[in-house]
């Protein structure tokens, strides 16, 4: 079990006030306010949420986790089942949807209740 299981990653998605889920790229793709946060691909066998400067320094050192392919910028890591522990990579994809989010606009801030 965990988030790189779809229907653990499907439910902790949803727990997000106005996330939503799409298939694209043939994944599981997060959106805030139709903006990427996260997305669960490769089956389950890969998590991409985009982290700090800082973050992505220490992560991108460890077993298992690299610089997301097909995303131009740094700050988005891929991870694979078992490099972080469940709690960590929570709260990973919290900061990671909470980023997005405040770079919405007000308006659309407020039309999703954030």
């Not at 308006?107 to 954030?114: F, H, N, V, W």
Request: proline fraction near 3%; charge should be neutral; aromatic fraction near 10%.
């Amino acid at each position: 079990m965990g988030l790189h299981q779809r229907r653990d990653y499907e439910a902790f998605i949803s727990s997000l006030k106005g996330a939503t889920l799409t298939e694209q790229w043939e994944a599981a793709v997060a959106k805030v306010g139709g903006k990427v946060f996260c997305l669960l691909g490769d089956g389950g066998k890969v998590l991409v949420f985009k982290v700090s400067e800082l973050a992505f320094d220490g992560l991108v050192e460890l077993p298992g986790i690299g610089q997301a392919a097909y995303f131009a910028k740094r700050q988005w890591v891929h991870v694979e089942p078992g490099a972080l522990e469940e709690p960590l990579l929570q709260g990973y994809i919290e900061q990671s949807y909470r980023t997005i989010a405040a770079k919405l606009t007000r308006k659309q801030r407020a039309d999703l209740g954030l």
